[in-house]
């Protein structure tokens, strides 16, 4: 159009019209600007913690290993009862014949197998438990070293410190460097820390307690929080009337998925441990108590999901003359079933991540073996944290990271599961 | 004579049935009241059109036919309408039973996301209509040649109903409303989503289904309403306004609020 204004009245090319769209441009870039910004934020705090939590966090996913040939001394074991030999003694031997030089005194020796883990007894007990024959034979182990022994060998002990600030003294030190320039100390990847159960000592504690008491617990949780989520929605959403009553029991449900976790845990404390007198610590309370929370999440999820189903799917269901039964239970659940799965992956990430709850029930205990039933106590990944964070030992600063990674993958993989589950069943209406 | 193409031969089929009979009916949403005292009779075999100006109430009173109303919590119904003599309101009917009986078809394609056999095997399905496997593949295959779909999907019957094309999809929803054998068939603006030749088809559809049902159609078309209806209802603000044959509305019109209609002066 060569003319200036058209039929319309209207000057598209006049100045104001011109800083008009000019003033409309800068602030869609302006407000594209804030986006990105406030997405480069979140990025480099979570960069920061990942960072922070794998730069402490890496030292414990390798164990310094001592290979050692042992003497199973048939002096100090009876093959008839291989659990109860002198399991010690054998390794002061074995230490004994590794170091010859050094003086055969009390002190000295309790030095050498000092840098062996307190639990090497058990790993060569085991061994000779699962086979007797090999008493009285020389078998190589590798056995994990003493937590300070780790921590000198992954250089989280300066050598250069005044000897009598230091963990380890001059003397420990060239004991281990002396094993180590015989080639017997190795760092492999440290399985323990996925398949032993909690410990005293930092190179044998592992999550196994913890991961298998998480389990119990979310089980526990799902197990009464779906059905029970899924049902109340479905009656609130479908079948209730709306009066007074049902805006009443809205209002409480929201009001419950806002209300803090450590009230649930008074809660369950109150009346599971209290008034009913269920075990301390066992997961199976502690999945109670997290359904208690994750409860009104499936119920609020479930019913958007439900809401969300359009109402010509349940009119065309009516209009062929389904009952209001077969409407939900045919057409509005199936549909609605992604969304309700991805809200109960999000309430169950949610719980595994829960403390407070746990804690007020006691899942916070020191228990040494992974629980063999719900019923069992045991503790969860995020207490198992709480109580290696607050352990004064070295090696449960590096193996507190190394157990928020593991929960934060855990984490991640329950979210990525929430988004397949979505992406997949994307509503096909 | 209008511009409107009413020549067509009545059908031979005796009309004088009563199908539907409807007095007195009126139907609130919460206190506005959208249908005022509306008297019909519905005719056995034969195809009535609701037209009226967009507001008026033709849906609403539709859905009063198979008590669709009901879903609708703010919507109250009054009067008598009565299927065979039998008052379809009356607290010992079952909804579910008379919708099965009075079939609908909506103004929007809504398929179950199914697969197409299943679409229209769910009805009969549920009302236990077909004892075996054999049987329901005869009710689906019958229905979806009398939708005139059976020729495009029968080498798919098991590929979803949503991705058919909208009139595909159309005439899918008639095949499954007339899959549970309904007396009655109620189309709100069935066509409105198609184009002319689906529309032609499920024209012709119609033609072919009042042998069987007594047919009620909603349409904002009135060559439509005049191509297909023996009988036709002209609603107004919620007021039947006039209710006769199909020619006499469109050619001899007794309201001049119908005749502002059909000439295009108000709408
Ligand atoms: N669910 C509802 N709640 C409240 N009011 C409604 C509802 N459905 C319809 N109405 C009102 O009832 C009146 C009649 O609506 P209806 O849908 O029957 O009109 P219609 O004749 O089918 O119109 P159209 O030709 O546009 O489909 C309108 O005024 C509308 O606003
Ligand atoms: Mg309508």
């Known amino acids: 159009m060569t003319d200036q204004t058209n039929n319309t009245g209207f000057d598209w090319a006049s100045p104001s019209f011109q800083s008009h769209m000019k003033k409309r441009r800068r602030s869609q870039i302006q407000l594209k600007l804030l986006g990105l910004g406030a997405i480069a934020i979140a990025f480099m705090m979570l960069m920061l913690l990942i960072t922070s939590l794998v730069s402490t966090g890496y030292h414990a996913f390798t164990q310094t290993h001592l290979k050692v040939e042992v003497f199973l001394d048939p002096e100090h074991l009876d093959p008839a009862k291989p659990a109860r030999g002198n399991y010690r003694q054998i390794l002061t031997d074995t230490m004994k014949t590794q170091f010859p030089d050094v003086p055969d005194d009390r002190a000295e020796l309790r030095k050498l197998t000092s840098i062996l883990s307190n639990g090497a007894q058990f790993t060569i007990r085991d061994r000779v438990m699962e086979n007797p024959d090999l008493i009285g034979e020389t078998v190589q182990f590798n056995v994990p070293v003493a937590d300070t022994y780790d921590q000198l060998n992954k250089g989280l002990i300066d050598p250069d410190t005044p000897e009598e600030y230091r963990r380890l003294k001059n003397d420990e030190i060239a004991n281990f460097e002396l094993l180590k320039d015989r080639g017997a100390i190795t760092e492999p990847l440290n399985t323990a820390l996925l398949t032993n159960a909690d410990s005293r000592f930092p190179e044998l504690a592992g999550l196994k307690g913890a991961l298998v008491g998480s389990f119990y617990a979310l089980l526990t949780c799902f197990l009464l929080s779906f059905p029970l989520g899924i049902g109340a929605a479905i009656y609130l959403e479908e079948f209730a009337p709306r009066n007074r009553v049902s805006d009443l029991i809205e209002i409480n449900i929201n009001n419950l998925a806002a209300v803090p976790s450590v009230v649930f845990g008074l809660l369950a404390l109150a009346v599971f441990l209290g008034w009913f007198g269920m075990p301390r610590s066992a997961p199976f309370v502690g999945g109670m108590t997290l359904a208690l929370m994750t409860l009104p999440t499936i119920i609020i999820a479930t019913r958007a999901a439900l809401k969300a189903v359009p109402p010509s799917i349940r009119e065309a269901a009516l209009a062929v003359g389904a009952s209001k039964q077969q409407v939900v239970f045919g057409h509005v659940l199936p549909l609605a079933m992604p969304g309700i799965l991805t809200g109960t992956i999000i309430g169950l990430a949610q719980a595994l991540g829960e403390t407070a709850p746990l804690l007020l029930i006691g899942m916070n205990a020191f228990i040494t073996s992974a629980p063999s039933t719900p019923f069992d106590s045991a503790t969860a990944l995020p207490t198992q944290i709480f109580i290696w964070a607050d352990s004064p030992e070295r090696g449960f600063v590096s193996r507190t990271s190394a157990a928020i990674l593991v929960l934060l993958t855990f984490l991640i993989m329950m979210n990525a599961i929430a988004i397949f589950l979505r992406q997949k069943f994307e509503r096909k209406w | ?267």
């Open chain 2, 1 to 267: 004579m209008t511009m409107f193409d009413v020549t067509k031969p009545e059908t031979a089929v005796d009309q004088t049935d009563i199908k539907i009979a409807a007095s007195n009916v009126q139907v609130f949403y919460g206190d506005t009241q959208a249908i005022k005292d509306v008297d019909v009779d519905i005719q056995d075999k034969t195809v009535t059109a609701f037209i009226g100006p967009s507001g008026c109430g033709k849906s609403t009173f539709l859905r009063c036919l198979n008590r669709m109303n009901d879903t609708i919590d703010s919507c109250r119904v009054e009067g008598r309408i009565l299927l065979d003599e039998q008052d379809i309101y009356a607290p010992q009917v079952d909804p579910v039973q008379l919708r099965a009986k009075v079939g609908m078809v909506f103004q929007k394609p809504n398929p179950f996301p199914k697969s197409i056999y299943d679409n229209v095997a769910y009805g009969p399905k549920i009302h236990g209509m077909a004892r075996t496997k054999g049987e329901l593949d005869e009710v689906v295959e019958k229905s979806l040649r009398r939708a005139a779909l059976w020729e495009e999907v029968k080498d798919r019957l098991d590929t979803p109903g949503t991705g058919l094309s909208g009139g595909q999809q159309q005439r899918l929803c008639i095949a499954r409303a007339v899959a549970t054998r309904p007396e009655v068939l109620l189309m709100d603006e069935p066509c409105s989503a198609l184009d002319p030749i689906a529309t032609a088809q499920v024209e012709e559809l119609i033609d072919e289904l009042k042998q069987r049902f007594s047919v009620v159609i909603v349409t904002h078309s009135m060559q439509q309403a005049a191509r297909v209806s023996q009988k036709t209802a002209f609603f107004h603000l919620g007021n039947l306004v006039e209710y006769d044959d199909t020619n006499t509305i469109f050619t001899n019109p007794q309201d001049p609020r119908t005749e502002s209609y059909i000439t295009g002066r108000i709408g």
